[in-house]
């Protein structure tokens, strides 16, 4: 099994230097927060966002026997006006297995009437809930009586959101689709304890 370990780490560095963003960074970071605990399974997803500009952001998971380390690093603005420094933030988190309450997989497929099995997810959106971030969904409630014009104030859902990755075959791959599902899968599995 140690062989295992070790080629899961080396596996994680590889994949943190294909995604290209600041891979040495990103391992410091992970190193301190993984606190020499093997590396069981792990998910390297990288994004780039347009707003007013062009922006990075990577998020690693990984999974210990014990915990969930996640890092999410981004692009910052530089300090300076007057000269413009590259910089980026890096964040880790490390989350007890017993403590992550859920763990999340939509799948997204093509003709699901043709679905094969265990083949054909398009897209996957993994959501990882612990309990310290939280999204509300607001909306108005509404009355069965059509003719009712009262305020009945609003409804909503309170889901958890710790941490969202959404991994598209169109974007990444398949490999990293299927990557997702395996880093759920192995999650899951430590979960379920």
Do not use: N
């Not at 410091?28 to 347009?50: C, K, M, N, S």
């Not at 210990?64 to 603005?77: E, G, I, N, S």
């Not at 017993?98 to 959501?127: D, F, I, N, Q, Y």
């Amino acid at each position: 099994m140690p062989h295992a370990v070790s080629d899961a780490r080396h596996d994680l560095t590889a994949r943190l230097h294909r995604a290209g963003y600041y891979p040495e960074l990103v391992a410091d970071v992970l190193d301190v927060a993984l606190a020499d605990e093997a590396v069981v399974a792990h998910l390297v997803q990288a994004e780039t966002t347009f707003d007013s500009e062009v922006r990075r952001h990577l998020t690693v998971m990984v999974l210990t026997p014990t915990r969930l380390v996640t890092a999410h690093v981004d692009d910052q603005p530089s300090d300076g006006e007057q000269v413009k420094v590259t910089q980026a933030a890096a964040t880790t988190e490390a989350v007890p297995l017993r403590e992550v309450r859920s763990v999340a997989l939509t799948h997204v497929v093509s003709e699901p009437e043709k679905h094969p099995r265990g083949e054909g997810t398009r897209e996957v959106t993994l959501a990882i809930g612990w309990g310290a971030v939280s999204r509300i969904d607001l909306e108005p409630a509404s009355c069965p009586d059509p003719s009712c014009d009262a305020d009945h104030g609003l409804t909503g859902q309170l889901t958890p959101d710790d941490v969202v990755v959404r991994v598209s075959s169109a974007a990444e791959g398949a490999d990293a689709v299927r990557s997702a599902v395996a880093f759920a899968r192995a999650l899951s599995r430590a979960t379920s304890a």
